[in-house]
């Protein structure tokens, strides 16, 4: 039996979830920002007693690779990598906005249908993906304002359906086209990340644990706060 611990840390839900051959088995989850270090390994623990699975059991670890939030992504890797390290066994990342494509009803993944996956950059800037129902990216997964000019090609011929977790500040450029649709309450699940994870665990699509990075997209930038600022200056 093939058993797989999915890890979703990339936006303020932390979500883990544990998949046997081709079911999700248990999932857990909690939307609370700030969370992630003190509950990631707690539903980990949770999760694996619950469907009685020791550690040693498990056969990889898929972790969502973002692009989102910097400090989630940072521990989800660095959680899911320890892991991998400790069990000796194969890390599998995901990227972040495809696996939003998996919180849609089969009936939306129409073969026709193209899908404009958003999660939020801060700023007033998205990462988002334009791609088809079998994930291939027509405009790669990048960084910046959205604006309706970008998009016009794809959805002057084909249905387009947003999704992802930074939908409503975008709503207004692009409710006026008919055939544009915005599916909303589509989170960044752990379940979602495994039909990907189990597809490249089966063709043995593995990271390099010593080289592997977080898809952060853009440069990370610590803020200082107005007391450290002033003790600086002194």
């Known amino acids: 039996m093939t058993k797989l611990l999915h890890i979703e840390t990339s936006t303020d839900i932390c979500s883990i979830a ?33 469907a009685n699975v020791p550690f040693n059991q498990l056969d990889a670890i898929a972790v969502s690779k973002g692009p989102g939030s910097f ?3 940072r521990i989800g890797i660095a959680v899911a990598k320890g892991i991998c390290y400790g069990l000796d066994i194969p890390l599998i990342s995901v990227n972040t906005l495809h696996s939003f494509y998996y919180g849609l009803k089969d009936s939306e993944k129409a073969k026709d249908n193209l899908f404009c996956s958003l999660a939020d950059a801060r700023n007033n800037e998205v990462y988002y993906s334009v791609f088809d129902n079998e994930l291939n990216e027509l405009i790669e997964t990048k960084v910046g304002v ?12 084909s249905k387009l359906i947003f999704i992802g977790n930074d939908i409503d500040k975008w709503v207004e450029i692009f409710e006026n086209e008919k055939n544009v649709v915005f599916k909303k309450n589509i989170f960044a699940d752990a379940k979602n990340i495994f039909p990907i994870a189990l597809k490249k665990y089966i063709n043995k699509t593995f990271e390099d644990l010593n ?20 003790f600086l200056n002194k």
């Open 71 to 73: 400090t989630g992504l």
């Open 146 to 157: 959205l604006e309706s000019s970008t998009l016009e090609k794809f959805y002057s011929k």
């Open 211 to 230: 080289t592997f990075e977080p898809f952060y997209l853009k440069d990370f930038k610590v803020k200082k706060s107005l007391k450290l600022k002033k």
């Open 18 to 50: 544990l998949s046997i051959n081709d079911k999700i088995v248990e999932n857990k989850s909690v939307n609370d920002r700030n969370v992630h270090s003190e509950k990631l390994t707690i539903f980990i623990k949770e999760i694996l007693t619950n």
